[in-house]
């Protein structure tokens, strides 16, 4: 499989990276925010959805990264900042437009009610697989589903 490499502008793009970063686990180590370079960014390993469906032993993780251009403002609920150490999981990445114009709220829903929300000027993300691929036996699932 080749590395994926996405780009988000808008928040139907960012249901698609949404889709790709479902179920993907990282450290809080792993988060950083840089005010001065307005970007926001996550390393993390993300489960591999779009081959999941075509084995039948075995899944893949791949480290990738995930980056917020044009970042206001971040701020987390649900996370222990001084752990650095505590693994979270990100179910979902969404989009809430503040008026008519481009800027609005990303929030990315974790595990555990947690949540992390970025004030954005603008949708601008992009997610690149950055490391090599690992297989993983077991394959995450929602209750319900």
């Given at each position: 499989?080749?590395?994926?490499?996405?780009?988000?502008?808008?928040?139907?793009?960012?249901?698609?990276?949404?889709?790709?970063?479902?179920?993907?686990?990282?450290?809080?180590?792993?988060?950083?925010?840089?005010?001065?370079?307005?970007?926001?960014?996550?390393?993390?390993?993300?489960?591999?959805?779009?081959?999941?469906?075509?084995?039948?032993?075995?899944?893949?993780?791949?480290?990738?990264?995930?980056?917020?251009?044009?970042?206001?403002?971040?701020?987390?609920?649900?996370?222990?900042?001084?752990?650095?150490?505590?693994?979270?999981?990100?179910?979902?990445?969404?989009?809430?437009?503040?008026?008519?114009?481009?800027?609005?709220?990303?929030?990315?829903?974790?595990?555990?009610?947690?949540?992390?929300?970025?004030?954005?000027?603008?949708?601008?993300?992009?997610?690149?697989?950055?490391?090599?691929?690992?297989?993983?036996?077991?394959?995450?699932r929602h209750p319900g589903a």
């Amino acid at each position: 499989m080749t590395d994926l490499k996405l780009v988000a502008l808008d928040s139907e793009d960012l249901a698609v990276v949404s889709a790709h970063m479902q179920d993907s686990v990282f450290k809080v180590a792993d988060i950083a925010w840089s005010p001065r370079d307005a970007q926001f960014s996550i390393a993390a390993n993300r489960f591999v959805w779009e081959e999941a469906g075509k084995k039948r032993k075995g899944f893949e993780r791949r480290r990738t990264a995930l980056a917020f251009k044009r970042v206001l403002a971040v701020r987390s609920s649900g996370i222990d900042r001084k752990n650095r150490d505590d693994v979270l999981s990100l179910l979902a990445v969404s989009f809430e437009p503040k008026g008519e114009g481009p800027e609005g709220t990303v929030e990315l829903a974790l595990a555990g009610a947690a949540t992390i929300v970025l004030d954005v000027e603008c949708i601008e993300v992009q997610l690149a697989d950055i490391g090599g691929a690992w297989e993983t036996a077991s394959k995450p699932r929602h209750p319900g589903a």
